[in-house]
C-alpha cells in the first residue's frame, strides 16, 4: 500500500512531535518495508537530524505541486495529490487531518496526542486555544480511525468530544531507539566532564513551563540530601523566572544546574548518569521522557493525576503534583535504599519492552489494514 502522512514536524521539528513523526514512520519503513510511505510537507528545514530521516529510500519526501500558498496545502488543496500519488490511507500525526478527504477514497487516521488546553486553558493563548480545538474536534468527526497515544488521552476525546470509543485505538508511543541501549561508561564519563556533571545528581527533562511543574522538585530539594543536585534539562519558557526566583529564595543556586541545546546524542549518557529521575508535570498526553528514564535503568518518580502511570508502570513510584514533601520523601527512599532502586531499575526496564519498537509498529499496521478493509 502507498501511505501519506503529514510531514510538517517530521521534516521540521526537532523535538516533540518531530521525534514522534520521524520515529512512526521509521518504524513502519524499517518493519513493513513492502509499502511505500510519503511524507507530506510544504518545506523542509536542513538538519543532520531530518536529512538522515528523509535518506530512506522508501520513505518519499512530497512538496506541494503549483501550489501558490503552501502554508494552505497540507491542509485545503493537497487532496488532489494524495489522489496522484495513489495514498490509500493519510495519517496526520498531530491533531490534524486535511480538509475534504472524507469525500475521497482515501481513508483517514489521527493522532491525538492530547487535548490539554481543555484541562488547562490559562497555559494557552486565546486564538491558539480556538484553532487547537477547531483542528483536533473536525479530524475526531472525520477521521476514520482516531490513534489516542495514552488510555488517558482515549478517555480525554471521548469526554469532551463525545466521540464513539471504538473509533478510537490506543496505541503507544515509543522513544528513539539512542535511549533503549546502555551507553558505554567511557563515553557517559566523557559527558559527565563535557557538561561539568555531579557524581549524583536528580534529573528532570523537559520544558520549563507551568505544567511541567518544575516548582515542585525545586521545594522539594531542601528535604534531600545535600548530596545530591537536580540536572534540568529543557527551554526555559516565563515560568522560569519564578523557578528561578525560588531557588535563589531556598538558597539552592549552587545544586540546580540547567542545561540547554544539548544534542541529542549526548541526551541518553545524561539520563543514565541519573541517580533518579523525576517528572512532577500536572498533566501529560503520555510522558516519553519517563520512557527514555526506564529504558536507561534509572529510578522515576512521577505524579498522579494524568497518565504517567501507564508510562511509568507499576513499579514507579507516583505522588500528588501539589505535595512537595511527598515527593522528597519519594526520592529519599530511592537514594537511601539499593535494592529499592535496583528492583525498580529491573521492573521498569521489563515493563518498558512493551514500547519496543517492533511492537508499536505491529500495533499501528494492523490498525491499518483493519481500516483498510473496511468500506468506505
Known amino acids: 500500500m502507498n501511505f501519506g502522512f503529514d510531514g510538517k514536524r517530521a521534516a521540521n ?5 518531530g521525534n514522534y513523526s520521524r520515529a512512526l514512520i521509521l518504524q513502519l519503513s524499517a518493519f513493513f518495508h513492502q509499502n511505500q510511505y510519503f511524507v507530506y510537507t510544504p518545506k523542509v528545514k536542513q538538519s543532520r537530524q531530518i536529512s538522515a530521516f528523509l535518506e530512506d529510500p522508501i520513505i518519499q519526501l512530497k512538496l506541494p505541486e503549483n501550489s501558490l500558498l503552501p502554508f494552505l496545502w497540507r491542509s485545503f ?14 495519517h496526520g500525526l498531530s491533531n490534524e487531518i486535511p ?8 481513508k483517514t487516521v489521527v493522532t491525538i496526542h492530547d487535548l490539554i488546553f481543555f484541562r488547562f486553558p490559562s497555559n494557552y493563548k486565546f486564538i491558539d486555544r480556538l484553532i487547537y480545538n477547531f483542528k483536533s474536534k473536525y479530524a475526531c468527526k472525520n477521521a476514520d480511525l482516531i490513534i489516542a497515544i495514552s488510555e488517558r488521552t482515549k478517555q480525554d476525546i471521548i469526554e469532551f468530544y463525545h466521540t464513539n470509543p471504538e473509533k478510537i485505538k490506543v496505541v503507544y508511543q515509543t522513544c528513539d531507539d539512542s535511549f533503549k541501549q546502555i551507553v558505554p561508561q567511557e563515553y557517559k564519563e566523557n559527558v559527565r566532564l563535557k557538561y561539568e556533571l555531579p557524581e549524583k545528581y536528580i534529573l528532570n527533562v523537559g520544558t520549563i513551563e507551568p505544567r511541567k511543574n518544575l516548582l515542585l522538585l525545586v521545594k522539594a530539594l531542601p528535604e534531600i540530601s545535600a548530596d545530591f543536585k537536580l540536572v534540568v534539562v529543557g527551554k526555559k519558557k516565563a515560568y522560569a523566572k519564578e523557578v528561578m526566583a525560588e531557588i535563589e529564595n531556598l538558597g539552592l543556586t549552587e545544586r540546580v544546574i540547567f542545561l540547554k541545546d544539548i544534542p541529542f546524542s549526548d541526551l541518553p549518557s545524561i539520563y543514565q548518569l541519573a541517580t533518579v529521575f523525576s517528572y512532577p508535570s500536572f498533566y501529560e498526553g503520555f510522558g516519553i521522557p519517563i520512557i527514555e528514564a526506564l529504558y536507561g535503568g534509572i529510578p522515576v518518580v512521577a505524579t498522579t493525576g494524568s497518565c504517567l502511570e501507564e ?22 527512599r530511592i537514594i537511601a535504599d539499593p535494592s529499592l532502586a535496583y528492583h525498580m531499575k529491573e521492573k521498569g526496564q521489563a515493563y518498558v519492552r512493551q514500547f519496543n519498537t517492533d511492537r508499536v509498529a505491529a500495533q499501528l499496521m494492523d490498525a491499518y489494514i483493519n481500516l483498510n478493509s473496511t468500506r468506505k
Do not use: C, H, M, W
Open 13 to 17: 521539528n526537532q523535538t516533540g512531535l
Open 77 to 90: 488543496t493537497i487532496k488532489k495529490q494524495l489522489l496522484k500519488d495513489q495514498i490509500s490511507i493519510y
Open 99 to 106: 480538509f475534504g478527504l472524507r469525500s475521497s477514497k482515501i
Open 311 to 332: 508510562a511509568g508502570g507499576p513499579d514507579s513510584i507516583y505522588v500528588d503534583p501539589n505535595d512537595a514533601e511527598a515527593l522528597a520523601n519519594a526520592i529519599n
